[in-house]
């Protein structure tokens, strides 16, 4: 088995590198945590072509702001630890598919693997998908309006925000250092890797070795939640001018 990294932003090179040696194609769009957008119906219809299947990990957008399976996708990957269950308190991930033999496939694999959710998970994740709409509504307005305040601040170099969700990305012209001392300065945005749920939450995403070094390492990659939006700037916007001083 082989696998080829190419830069999903960039769709003639994934095109290109759909060739009939390729058997799978798999897009994360946006990115985590450089939020880069894939073409998704361009890469879909390459990838068909050369009779490849298309599995879109929709973590970041999701259903609701990203309809995968319509732009072509085969399936569909959500962690739905993050805005389908939406409260930081369940680990789950979902498969979401229209081709039935795929689904009979994978689901008696999962059945024999045993990697079946737990009934409180699948819980969870029903409670939480009954607000998705309102939460994702308010996270994005919040997102939305926090990615341009933070284009204005100084201590920030670069905002990485693809005009839609609630995941933002800064690189801190400070760099590196700042970029660890951001999150253990703040008040109300939690110091998580975890994201996607109705707190806010804020991480250094280098501070992990695994991460590669196409992430800046004085990138921060903020989850914007559903609190007050002045609440959230009041925290963060306090917490950058604190790295100058
Ligand atoms: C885009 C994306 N997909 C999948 C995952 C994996 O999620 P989980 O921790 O629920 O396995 C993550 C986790 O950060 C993610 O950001």
């Keep these: 088995l082989r696998s080829k990294l190419v ?3 960039d769709t003639d090179a994934v095109v290109a590198a759909c060739d009939e040696d390729v058997a799978l194609v798999w897009v994360e769009s946006p990115t985590n945590p450089n939020l880069d957008v894939a073409d ?4 879909c219809t390459a990838a068909h072509e050369a009779g490849a299947y298309v599995v879109v990990d929709n973590t970041f957008a999701t259903p ?3 309809r995968a399976l319509d732009l072509g996708a085969d399936l569909v ?4 630890t993050k805005y389908l269950a939406g409260h930081s308190d369940a680990l789950l991930g979902a498969l979401v598919t229209r ?3 795929l689904f009979t496939v994978l689901k008696q694999r999962r059945d024999l693997l045993g990697a079946v959710p737990g009934t409180l998970e699948a819980w969870l ?3 939480g998908m009954r607000t998705l709409h309102l939460r994702v509504e308010r996270a994005q307005a919040n997102a939305a309006e926090l990615a341009r305040r933070l284009g204005e601040h100084p201590a920030v170099q670069l905002v990485r925000y693809p005009g839609f969700g609630a995941i933002v990305s800064v690189e801190l012209a400070a760099g590196a250092l700042a970029a660890d001392l951001l999150p253990r ?3 109300l945005w939690v110091h998580a890797t975890s994201l996607g749920g109705v707190e806010s939450t804020l991480e250094r995403r280098r501070r992990w070795k695994g991460e590669p070094t196409t992430v800046s390492d004085a990138l921060v990659r903020l989850s914007v939640g559903v609190e007050d939006v002045e609440d959230l700037w009041d925290d963060l ?9």
């Design 185 to 187: 300065k703040t008040r």
């Design 40 to 43: 998704i119906e361009r890469i």
């Design 99 to 101: 081709d039935d033999q």
């Design 237 to 245: 916007s306090r917490a950058l001018d604190g790295l100058t001083d």
């Design 125 to 127: 994740a029903v409670r």
């Design 64 to 66: 609701l702001l990203q």
């Design 77 to 80: 990957v959500h962690s739905a």
């Design 7 to 9: 830069d999903i932003a």
